[in-house]
């Protein structure tokens, strides 16, 4: 059962990046009432820049100084980052809701700052996605009660997803794609440690395919530390891998804008700034306008 909050934000920024941060600034002063959902670490990319000479005002400085110096900044504001991994967004007739887990939140307009991803699809990811591919257990796990699923993970957030979905399905097979050291504690979550090759299946998951072995299922969830964005919210227009955004940070869906790295190339701090802030001054416009109009018709 979702843990419903019944507080609408005005925006929701989704990635706690340059990006998203930038964003969060303009929206804190234009005084718009919004929450920030990030992963724990704001923003790996950052920490491994070993040194950054070409964003303005900093020459010579290592990421992890700029990354402090932006989080200190958002942090003096009184910006918080809320700790939240956001698996699905889906727009419901008046407002957004965001899905991380077992909890929602909810918001007139939706920033995406999630960076980019390098990762690359399993062959027939894509092809059964909704037809027995899952990204999201608490959003589709209901689906496999009494049945066989496996938990394809590369990350650590898998534990936890095979855990929830053991409650639900008969056997829970935990396939990870990293290394893992854990055990667990429940009788049937089977740990398999061997590289996932392909899912199989026509009109639905059938099977996987591991190294020398063939694994019948009826569902397989795939937790990977991104999550695509047009997989992130149904309908997104992408271009190969990036969100389609026009000057004003505007994707085909309105009040969803995108900004940083995920809308494209060159993947830079400072066209991830701009954006962010264009995505931010627009977003608050977009409310604004949706508020009145929700005021006059009244
Ligand atoms: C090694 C290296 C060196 C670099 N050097 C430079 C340089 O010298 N100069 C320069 O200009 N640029 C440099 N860059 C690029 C720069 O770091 C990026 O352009 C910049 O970080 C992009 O910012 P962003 O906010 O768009 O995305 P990111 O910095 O990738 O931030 C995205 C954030 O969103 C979070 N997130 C993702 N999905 C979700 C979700 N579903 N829910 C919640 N949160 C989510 C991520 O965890 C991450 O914290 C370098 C990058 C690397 C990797």
Redesign the pocket.
């Known amino acids: 059962m979702l843990d419903n909050k019944e507080k609408i934000y005005d925006t929701a920024i989704?990635?706690?990046?340059?990006?998203?941060l930038s964003a969060a600034i303009n929206l804190k002063i234009r005084n718009m009432e919004f929450i920030m959902?990030?992963?724990e670490?704001?923003?790996?990319?950052?920490y491994?820049?070993?040194?950054?000479?070409?964003?303005l005002g900093f020459y010579n400085i290592s990421?992890e100084e700029l990354r402090a110096t932006f989080l200190e900044h958002a942090r003096k504001m009184g910006i918080e980052i809320q700790n939240?991994?956001?698996?699905n967004i889906y727009f419901q007739g008046d407002y957004f809701t965001l899905i991380s887990r077992n909890i929602e939140f909810k918001a007139h307009s939706v920033i995406i700052?999630?960076?980019?991803s390098n990762e690359k699809y399993l062959p027939g990811e894509e092809k059964l996605l909704g037809s027995g591919v899952s990204y999201c257990a608490t959003c589709d796990g209901a689906l496999y009660r009494g049945r066989n699923v496996a938990v394809v993970s590369f990350t650590e957030d898998g534990v936890e997803e095979a855990e929830y979905l053991s409650e639900l399905a008969e056997n829970v097979f935990f396939i990870p794609q990293y290394e893992f050291n854990g055990k667990f504690l429940v009788n049937n979550i089977k740990v398999i440690n061997k590289k996932v090759q392909k899912i199989n299946g026509e009109l639905r998951v059938e099977s996987l395919t591991l190294e020398n072995s063939e694994l019948d299922i009826d569902g397989v969830f795939v937790l990977r530390?991104?999550?695509p964005p047009d997989k992130?919210l149904f309908g997104l227009e992408v271009d190969n891998k990036h969100i389609k955004v026009n000057e004003q940070m505007e994707t085909n869906i309105p009040g969803v804008f995108a900004?940083?790295?995920?809308t494209g190339l060159p993947?830079?701090?400072?066209?991830?700034v701009g954006q962010?802030q264009v995505a931010g001054l627009n977003a608050a416009n977009f409310v604004r306008k949706k508020k009145k109009l929700i005021t006059k018709t009244t």
């Open positions: 989704v990635g706690c990046g340059p990006a998203g959902l990030g992963v670490f704001c923003t790996p990319k950052l491994k820049a070993e040194n950054v000479d070409n964003y990421g939240n991994k956001i698996d700052a999630v960076g980019v530390e991104l999550t992130l900004a940083g790295d995920c993947y830079q701090l400072a066209r991830a962010g």
